[in-house]
Structures are given as C-alpha cells and as structure tokens.
C-alpha cells in the first residue's frame, strides 16, 4: 500500500488519536503559486484587515480564482483552520484588486508555517 499523494493518516500510538493532514498538497500548492519561501506568519488573517469591493476596472494578472479553488479544497477536506480567511478572500474572486491578492498571499504565509496543522 502506498501514501495517497495528498492526504494521509497519522496514528499515535500514545494516546490512539487518528489525525488527518494535506501537508504534501499545503507544500504542492506552495511550490504552484511560487510562495515556497515566503516568511510564515502566525495568523491566515491579519488584526486590521478590511478588504472592501471595487468598482476598479482594473484587473490584476495573477491566478485568484485558481488560488482561492486550491484553497478552498484545503479547507473542506483538512483545514478547518484556515474556513474563515479563505471565505473571506472568495469574496472578491469576480475583481480581485492588490490588497486582496496580498490577502491571499497571507493565508499562503500562515501554511507556510503551519503544514502539520
């Protein structure tokens, strides 16, 4: 039998606790959207953030919706951790601005810290 690709079970023998975890997949999509090496964070979302829609015609180049799908895979099959932030950001997925794209970039930086979670 071998490991599934993406998620996998961890037993401890200690105390019988099962744990589920995606952190191939958590270093997969880090590797993807090219924030392998970012700096880790200790929260998905940070105190001050208030993301507002835009009118803004302007669109910036960056892959969201493909962003904010992987993610949202993360949270509804391991990371419950990370529900809030990813649905908060899911919001703007028809005109994504800058602030919300650095908002994405920070759920990355709380994974990049927090595979095993």
Request: hydrophobic share 40%; net charge neutral.
């Amino acid at each position: 039998m071998t490991d599934s690709k993406y998620a996998f079970v961890l037993l401890d023998g200690e105390d019988g606790s099962v744990t589920m975890c995606q952190h191939r997949y958590v270093d997969d999509i880090l590797k993807r959207f090219e924030m392998e090496e970012c700096k880790a964070v200790a929260s998905p979302v940070g105190v001050s953030s208030r993301l507002m829609s835009s009118n803004d015609a302007r669109k910036i180049d960056v892959p969201f919706r493909e962003v904010v799908g992987a993610l949202m895979h993360l949270t509804t099959a391991t990371r419950p951790d990370i529900a809030y932030a990813v649905s908060f950001v899911s919001r703007f997925m028809e005109n994504p601005q800058e602030e919300h794209w650095v908002a994405v970039k920070r759920i990355f930086r709380y994974l990049q810290g927090n595979k095993m979670h």
